[in-house]
C-alpha cells in the first residue's frame, strides 16, 4: 500500500507568521549583527528578539489578556518599538495614539479602543490621568519596560507559551476622516506581514541599509513601512526622536547613513539647511518620501545637489498598512507628478460615482483590494458598510490612471487636510470654532503651502450682533481644544461663504482663492 492510501490523516501544514516572528527569524540569520539603536542603547538582532519576549511576558503580568487593547502614547524610542512588538508576540493588541491628542481627543480614543492599559512617557502621565478614560485606566511608563526588557536571564518563548496566529488583531490604527471622531482600522499580523514583503519588494531594502527613523513611530508609514519590513531584511536602524534638520544632516554623514524616510516638510527643511551644502552626504544613496506631495522646486533642488540619491514616493493610507504604490528613482523624470504603480499585494480600479470603472485618464476614485487591508472599523459597523464594497475598500482619493498603471492623485473626495504629512479632519476644526458664539458660518480648508504643503486655513462669517473677534481669539479657541498641528495657520474673515444652489459650501473656490 502506498502512502497515499493510508487512511493517516494529512498533517496540518499552515504557516501562520505573526509580526513578532519576522524579529525571531532576523535574530536567526543577523544573531550579533545590530538592529537597532537609541541613544547609547544598542540592540542585536538576538537581544532584540529576547527583549521583546521579555516585554510579552511583562505584559501579561499586568493581568491582561489575548486581545485586549493596549494604548503607546509616547515620542520615538527603542522601548516604543518593543512595546509594539511585545504586544505582537503577547497576541495583544498594539494601540498607537498620537503624543500631541489631548483633553478629548485623547480620552476618545481610549474610550473606542477600550484600553486596559497605556504606556506613555513619563511627561505625558499626567494627560492620560486628566481624560475620564485614562483615569480609570491602568497607566505606566515606558521606563518601566526597560528593567524586564534588559534581563540577562530571560528565557526563549516556550513552545506554545505565546498561542498567536496571523489572523489575529495587531494592531487598531485610528485614522482621521471627514468627521470629528477618528476611526481605529484593524490590522491582522497578516494584513501587516504582507504590507512588509510589498516594502520589501519595492523599495530596495538590504541589509547593508544604515537608515535613520526620525518621524513619528506612530504613524504607520515610519513603522510598517519603514521600520519593521527594515528589521525583516537585516538593516542597522538608528531611531531619533524628532526630525531636527541639522542634527539629521551631522548624522547623515557622521554615521555614514545611506537610506532616509520623511514627509516631504521634512525634506523641505533639509534642502533649505545651510548644512546641506557643507556636509559631506556622498554615503546617502536611498530617499524615502511621502504623506503629501513633494514641491517640484525642492526635488529637483535635492536631486542637483545629490546626483546619486535616489527618490522613491510612498503612497498609500493606513487602512493599507499603510503602503499601496511606489514611485521608483528612475521612473521620476517620465512620470513626475505621478503616485506611482501599485505595489506587489495591492489591487487597484479607478470608479466614478456610480461604481462603474472610469477610462484611462478619467478621474475618478481609486479602490483597493488586498491582503493587507483592514479588517473595518473598531466599533464602527456604518463607517465599515460605508467603506467596503464587496470586498473592495473605498480609499476617498481623487486619480487618475494612465495606460501603464501609474496614478495620479487629484484631489480627496474626503475633506481631509493633509498638513505636513499628517491628516486633519476639517470638520473637526470646524467644530471648535463654531463653539464661539460670534461665528455665524465656517469652512475650513486645505491651502498650498510652501512649508506644510498644504496649511488649515479658516474662513469665518461672523455675526453682526455680536462683538468683534480676532484671528488671534480664534486661534486661541482652537488651540485649547485640539492638537496643535490642527490649529488653523491663517484665519480669513469673509462676509459669505461660496456655496452651490443647495447651500452646499464650495470648499473648492476657497481653496482656489
Known amino acids: 500500500m502506498t502512502t497515499n492510501e493510508t487512511n493517516s490523516p494529512a498533517p496540518d501544514l499552515h504557516f501562520s507568521s505573526t509580526v513578532a516572528d519576522i524579529v525571531r527569524r532576523s535574530a536567526g540569520r543577523f544573531g550579533n549583527d545590530v538592529a537597532v539603536e537609541f541613544g547609547d542603547r544598542i540592540w542585536t538582532y538576538s537581544a532584540l528578539d529576547t527583549a521583546v519576549t521579555a516585554v510579552a511576558r511583562e505584559l501579561m503580568s499586568l493581568g491582561v489578556q489575548q486581545g485586549d487593547r493596549i494604548a503607546a502614547y509616547g515620542k520615538n524610542s527603542d522601548l516604543y518599538l518593543l512595546l509594539y512588538l511585545g504586544c505582537a508576540r503577547a497576541g495583544l493588541i498594539h494601540v498607537p495614539v498620537n503624543y500631541q491628542l489631548k483633553n478629548d481627543e485623547l480620552d476618545y480614543i481610549l474610550d473606542n479602543s477600550g484600553a486596559k492599559l497605556v504606556f506613555a512617557d513619563a511627561d505625558l502621565l499626567d494627560a492620560v490621568a486628566a481624560t475620564t478614560t485614562g483615569a480609570g485606566v491602568q497607566s505606566k511608563d ?9 534581563a540577562t536571564d530571560t528565557a526563549p518563548a516556550g513552545t506554545g507559551e505565546f498561542d498567536v496566529v496571523d489572523t489575529d488583531v495587531a494592531q487598531l490604527l485610528y485614522t482621521s476622516g471627514t468627521t470629528s471622531a477618528p476611526k481605529g482600522a484593524i490590522m491582522t499580523h497578516r494584513a501587516l506581514v504582507h504590507e512588509y514583503m510589498s516594502a520589501l519588494m519595492s523599495l530596495d531594502f538590504a541589509p547593508t541599509d544604515r537608515v535613520v527613523h526620525a518621524l513619528p513611530l506612530y504613524h504607520s508609514a515610519q513603522m510598517h513601512v519603514f521600520l ?49 551644502d557643507t556636509r559631506n552626504l556622498e554615503s546617502l544613496r536611498k530617499a524615502y518620501y511621502g504623506a503629501s506631495i513633494m514641491p517640484g522646486p525642492v526635488l529637483a533642488k535635492l536631486r542637483q545637489r545629490l546626483p546619486k540619491l535616489g527618490f522613491y514616493n510612498c503612497f498609500g493610507q493606513s487602512e493599507m498598512g499603510p503602503l499601496c504604490t511606489v514611485l521608483r528613482p528612475e521612473e521620476h523624470d517620465d512620470h513626475a507628478s505621478s503616485a506611482g504603480r501599485s505595489v506587489f499585494f495591492v489591487e487597484t480600479r479607478v470608479v466614478d460615482g456610480e461604481g462603474n470603472d472610469v477610462g484611462v485618464g478619467e478621474q475618478g476614485e481609486i479602490l483597493y483590494r488586498s491582503p493587507q487591508l483592514c479588517q473595518g472599523y473598531w466599533n464602527k459597523p456604518e463607517a465599515t458598510a460605508e467603506a467596503f464594497d464587496n470586498g473592495w475598500f473605498h480609499s476617498g482619493d481623487l486619480v487618475t490612471v494612465d495606460e501603464s498603471g501609474f496614478i495620479e492623485v487629484i484631489d480627496r473626495v474626503k475633506d481631509v487636510i493633509n498638513t505636513g504629512g499628517v491628516l486633519v479632519a476639517s470638520r473637526q476644526v470646524e467644530d471648535a470654532i463654531f463653539e464661539l458664539p460670534q461665528v455665524a458660518e465656517v469652512a475650513v480648508v486645505g491651502v498650498a503651502d510652501e512649508k506644510w504643503i498644504e496649511a488649515v486655513t479658516a474662513f469665518v462669517v461672523t455675526k453682526p450682533e455680536q462683538p468683534e473677534i480676532t484671528e488671534a481669539d480664534v486661534l486661541a479657541h482652537v488651540k485649547d481644544r485640539l492638537a496643535g498641528f490642527k490649529v488653523p495657520k491663517r484665519v480669513d474673515f469673509v462676509t459669505e461663504l461660496p456655496k452651490n444652489s443647495a447651500g452646499k459650501i464650495l470648499k473648492r473656490q476657497l481653496r482656489e482663492a
Open 142 to 150: 515606558f521606563a518601566t519596560l526597560l528593567e524586564s526588557a534588559t
Open 228 to 276: 519593521i519590513p527594515l528589521l525583516a531584511i537585516g538593516a542597522h536602524n538608528i531611531v531619533v526622536p524628532a526630525p531636527v534638520p541639522d542634527q539629521l544632516l551631522a548624522l547623515f554623514e557622521e554615521r555614514e547613513i545611506n537610506s532616509f524616510f520623511a514627509a516631504p516638510t521634512v525634506w523641505v527643511a533639509l534642502a533649505n539647511s545651510p548644512d546641506l
